[in-house]
């Protein structure tokens, strides 16, 4: 176990390399991808600190016991929550940064007018606004139920954990299992489940339906508060935000909201 110093001071390295206030220097994740042939190469998470990997092809959960399918799908999922937030920090920062400078370079314009346009903010302070992410508990109960567990089809063939629909023929995708209104719905299909993490935290920034979801955010981190402005992710509404409820308190899942990327894995760009 390493001293409560030791990991206060590890936490404070990974801040700041989030918070790098010159805008000069960036900090990627240094990542490696696990394309998953046996379970047993999803390492369990024994401390806070976690290496990242993205895991891929995770397949047959279904067949271990409940409690050890949880542990092997959190441990496999927790790494990509990561990595996605850590992007969207890394994002946010560069727009606090611009939003400081006097003068802006044809490049900071294109940039901050392309992620204006992605996120459908009116202005920088908006935009801040709509760069936040969630709990690591809420994101790992909605991945779970969206995906009954790891168990679903666009789990385990398109690396889709929130049912992010695509609607570009020319974009990798699954066709679902049922149609609406006789039209084939579309699912993306992912290289790894960072990718679709970072997707679902943008339909979260996004749509106004989690404005409400927005504004809480900015002054609360706890999770019970924030889950009932996700009642909108799903036609079950407050049926849905109780079930987040009871994963979360089920699975203890709080104790992961203070896992963060292991330092080691943060490298200079």
Known sequence: MK???YSCF??????????????????QVKTETIKVDSLNQIIPLNDSLVRPILYTNI???????????????????????????????????????LNKKV?????????Y?????????????????????LPNSVVLAQAAIETGWGESRFFKQ??????IWSF???????????????KTIFLRSYEDMSGSIADYFEVLARHHAYRGLRKARIHTS???????HLKYYSERKQWYTRELKRVIRQNKLTKYDHYRIDPNYLIVE
């Open 10 to 27: 590890l936490t404070l390295i990974i801040w700041a390399t989030l918070l790098a206030c010159d805008g000069t220097t960036t900090y």
């Open 222 to 228: 706890n999770p019970y508060e924030l889950l009932p």
């Open 3 to 5: 001293s409560a110093l």
């Open 168 to 182: 570009d023929s020319n974009e990798s995708r699954i066709a679902a299992g049922k149609n609406r209104s006789e």
């Open 103 to 111: 003068t802006w370079t044809e490049s900071d314009s294109i940039y």
């Open 59 to 97: 397949d047959g959960l279904e067949h271990l016991p409940f409690y050890q399918a949880k542990a092997k799908f959190i441990s496999a999922i927790l790494p990509s929550i990561l990595v996605a937030k850590h992007q969207i920090h890394n994002t946010r920062t560069r727009i606090e940064n």
């Open 158 to 163: 398109a690396s889709n954990l929130f049912g």
């Open 113 to 133: 007018l392309d992620m204006k346009r992605r996120y459908k903010a009116k202005d920088v302070k908006d935009l801040m606004a709509r760069l936040v992410t």
